[in-house]
Nanobody, 122 residues
């Protein structure tokens, strides 16, 4: 079972940027896809983006396409989420998790970490 540690969240003004990191241990990191999901207060957890095991394939929710970029460094067992042009509606707790594709959707295949809070002020 992968141990996950998200970091990099914080408070930023609208239009600003943040870079989230997720360090994984306890499993063979480079053998599975990784996803970022987020949960805003009072809302369901939702898919944000995912990356294939080798970093070749990337997938984004429409709401973040063109603004967020997912990447991974398998030598460091780390996945990143670069978030630009942030909007107040991006405010949420962001979680990384091992993920797999089910048709056109992505779903988690491991346990959730603690997440990291992102707050975007208007």
């Amino acid at each position: 079972q992968a141990q996950l540690a998200e970091s990099g969240g914080g408070l930023v003004q609208a239009g600003g940027s943040l870079r989230l990191s997720c360090a994984a241990s306890g499993r063979t990191f480079n053998s599975y896809g990784m996803g970022w999901f987020r949960q805003a207060p009072g809302k369901e957890r939702e898919f944000v983006t995912a990356i294939s095991w080798n970093g070749v394939g990337t997938y984004y929710a429409d709401s973040v396409k063109g603004r967020f970029t997912i990447s991974r460094d398998n030598s460091k067992n780390t996945v990143y989420l670069q978030m630009n042009s942030l909007k107040p509606e991006d405010t949420a707790v962001y979680y990384c998790v091992p993920a797999r594709r089910y048709g056109s959707n992505w779903g988690p295949v491991g346990s959730w970490g603690q997440g990291t809070q992102v707050t975007v002020s208007s």
